[in-house]
């Protein structure tokens, strides 16, 4: 029997990734739902994939977007508006598809007592599936290791990887595996569902040592130099960054330095029966010439 799964976030590096994953797939039927700006772009138009109207902002297009779905891939940019407008697609999965399972991706340091914002955003999304009684998995990495695309090219230059989380030690992820990942809980049962659970590759490393994983795929000398918050500061608000984007990147980067990104997990390997892909595999790529879609060293 062929299964509808919307995709929610589709035309970003996650979603689009779990579109292609989905689309291998036999009996399986693709939905993105696009705001109607992408609509008329004729996003996804040549694909085989369902394109429907739907807008987080907006609930009363997402009942339409939902009917008779069998799995939900819920992600969304973080924004102040992200707790309401995932609380609007909660709500109407309640109405319409209850018995749909869900993933939903959330984050670093997502609790209830967080000083990061985005992750007390992500804690209350996530305690509102639970109070719709829905069947919702949330996947929460830490750190997507294609972030550190953006390193490649100082590497190259002037052999530096800067970042201001001192000599923290975080456990990073690719976000090929957050798509498999995500695919395999929807598509079948895993020992993760109904959890919220951290992604992680193998094991954690600070910059020092991931200044000798660029040593080596590079070829070259390379060090870490390590920032100041108001030096990192400073090239957001350069960057033209929202003030509220520039508090959450700081918090992230003091969560890091409390130690909250370092725990290794094996959630990977639990529900793909095969390692996670290693940051050595994934800085060889980018040597190799690689540019991962969606690099932002800034992610929201």
């Given at each position: 029997?062929?299964?509808?799964?919307?995709?929610?976030?589709?035309?970003?590096?996650?979603?689009?990734?779990?579109?292609?994953?989905?689309?291998?797939?036999?009996?399986?039927?693709?939905?993105?739902?696009?705001?109607?700006?992408?609509?008329?772009?004729?996003?996804?138009?040549?694909?085989?994939?369902?394109?429907?109207?739907?807008?987080?902002?907006?609930?009363?297009?997402?009942?339409?977007?939902?009917?008779?779905?069998?799995?939900?891939?819920?992600?969304?940019?973080?924004?102040?508006?992200?707790?309401?407008?995932?609380?609007?697609?909660?709500?109407?999965?309640?109405?319409?598809?209850?018995?749909?399972?869900?993933?939903?991706?959330?984050?670093?340091?997502?609790?209830?007592?967080?000083?990061?914002?985005?992750?007390?955003?992500?804690?209350?999304?996530?305690?509102?599936?639970?109070?719709?009684?829905?069947?919702?998995?949330?996947?929460?990495?830490?750190?997507?290791?294609?972030?550190?695309?953006?390193?490649?090219?100082?590497?190259?230059?002037?052999?530096?990887?800067?970042?201001?989380?001192?000599?923290?030690?975080?456990?990073?992820?690719?976000?090929?595996?957050?798509?498999?990942?995500?695919?395999?809980?929807?598509?079948?049962?895993?020992?993760?569902?109904?959890?919220?659970?951290?992604?992680?590759?193998?094991?954690?490393?600070?910059?020092?040592?991931?200044?000798?994983?660029?040593?080596?795929?590079?070829?070259?000398?390379?060090?870490?130099?390590?920032?100041?918050?108001?030096?990192?500061?400073?090239?957001?608000?350069?960057?033209?960054?929202?003030?509220?984007h520039i508090r959450i990147i700081l918090a992230f980067?003091?969560?890091?330095?409390?130690?909250?990104?370092?725990?290794?997990?094996?959630?990977?390997?639990?529900?793909?029966?095969?390692?996670?892909?290693?940051?050595?595999?994934?800085?060889?790529?980018?040597?190799?010439?690689?540019?991962?879609?969606?690099?932002?060293?800034?992610?929201?």
């Open positions: 029997m062929t299964r509808t799964i919307l995709v929610t976030g589709a035309t970003g590096r996650l979603g689009s990734l779990v579109v292609d994953r989905l689309l291998t797939m036999e009996d399986v039927r693709v939905r993105v739902m696009l705001r109607q700006a992408r609509m008329d772009e004729g996003a996804f138009a040549a694909s085989d994939v369902e394109a429907v109207h739907g807008d987080l902002d907006q609930p009363e297009t997402l009942n339409s977007a939902l009917e008779g779905v069998a799995g939900i891939f819920q992600v969304s940019p973080v924004h102040p508006d992200m707790v309401q407008r995932e609380t609007n697609l909660i709500a109407a999965a309640a109405e319409t598809v209850p018995d749909a399972k869900i993933v939903k991706i959330s984050g670093l340091a997502t609790r209830e007592d967080s000083f990061v914002d985005s992750g007390r955003w992500h804690a209350e999304i996530e305690a509102g599936f639970r109070a719709h009684g829905l069947n919702a998995t949330c996947l929460r990495p830490n750190f997507f290791m294609q972030n550190l695309a953006f390193q490649a090219g100082a590497v190259r230059e002037s052999g530096e990887i800067r970042s201001a989380v001192a000599d923290a030690r975080i456990a990073m992820v690719d976000t090929r595996d957050i798509a498999d990942v995500a695919v395999s809980v929807l598509m079948h049962e895993t020992p993760i569902d109904g959890q919220s659970v951290g992604l992680t590759t193998g094991r954690s490393c600070d910059y020092d040592e991931l200044a000798t994983v660029f040593a080596a795929a590079f070829e070259r000398s390379v060090s870490y130099r390590r920032q100041s918050d108001d030096d990192l500061r400073v090239v957001l608000e350069k960057g033209g960054q929202p003030d509220w980067n003091e969560a890091f330095r409390r130690g909250w990104g370092a725990e290794v997990t094996d959630h990977v390997e639990a529900v793909l029966g095969r390692p996670a892909r290693s940051l050595e595999s994934f800085v060889a790529e980018l040597a190799a010439g690689a540019k991962p879609g969606g690099a932002d060293p800034f992610p929201s």
